[in-house]
T-cell receptor
Framework: DGGITQSPKYLFRKEGQNVTLSCEQNLNHDAMYWYRQDPGQGLRLIYYSQIVNDFQKGDIAEGYSVSREKKESFPLTVTSAQKNPTAFYLC?????????????FGPGTRLTVT | QKEVEQDPGPLSVPEGAIVSLNCTYSNSAFQYFMWYRQYSRKGPELLMYTYSSGNKEDGRFTAQVDKSSKYISLFIRDSQPSDSATYLCAMSSYSSASKIIFGSGTRLSIRP
């Protein structure tokens, strides 16, 4: 069954702690993306990777870090430097190149930081 | 001004009605236009994808792009309660296909 998995579905952390969100895909897609969704706002791009061992900052990369050591995996770390980390985080993947705009999303992780 | 504007709703219509959802945009470089459906607490699902201007039909759904007016629409015919969700428009340019700009979403409710 092909798709994108994100874990966990809900995550709770104390302020000042780093936290890593998992994203795995078995679609054999080259490109992977992380978005953040806040109430009443569209999705905002945090980081994206078009190939293994390479990634680029999106529009709101401050306070976040990523790695892309394997094609299937693109974990996102929310660091203590992120001023407002509570949000719904969505991972997506695409074939890459000109098909990059056909992105397929995972189920999301809701992060709450108190 | 946001690059993509979308009325947040909520929009409530009776079952069987035709639904019209719309977005306007300001960047004339946008060439790829998408509609995503997002159920509550779930990830968005790609519903329709169109390139440049024109119409595209898929079952009960029709996507329309008017580049001259910078206006896109999604029509849902014979709406069902299962269509109740938030609909996000999204678009990107040829030179930056990876960087999709999303609308904020319209919440749609279909009353049985």
């Amino acid at each position: 069954d092909g798709g994108i998995t994100q874990s966990p579905k809900y995550l709770f952390r104390k302020e000042g702690q780093n936290v890593t969100l998992s994203c795995e895909q078995n679609l054999n897609h080259d490109a992977m993306y992380w978005y953040r969704q806040d109430p009443g706002q569209g999705l905002r791009l945090i980081y994206y990777s078009q190939i293994v061992n390479d990634f680029q900052k999106g529009d709101i990369a401050e306070g976040y870090s990523v790695s892309r050591e394997k094609k299937e995996s693109f974990p996102l770390t929310v660091t203590s430097a992120q001023k407002n980390p509570t949000a719904f985080y969505l991972c997506a993947s695409s074939s890459g190149g000109m098909a990059s705009n056909e992105q397929y999303f995972g189920p999301g992780t809701r992060l709450t930081v108190t | 001004q946001k690059e993509v504007e979308q009325d947040p709703g909520p929009l409530s219509v009776p079952e069987g009605a035709i639904v019209s959802l719309n977005c306007t945009y300001s960047n004339s470089a946008f060439q790829y236009f998408m509609w995503y459906r997002q159920y509550s607490r779930k990830g968005p699902e790609l519903l329709m994808y169109t390139y440049s201007s024109g119409n595209k039909e898929d079952g009960r759904f029709t996507a329309q792009v008017d580049k001259s007016s910078k206006y896109i629409s999604l029509f849902i015919r014979d709406s069902q309660p299962s269509d109740s969700a938030t609909y996000l428009c999204a678009m990107s340019s040829y030179s930056s296909a990876s960087k999709i700009i999303f609308g904020s979403g319209t919440r749609l409710s279909i009353r049985p």
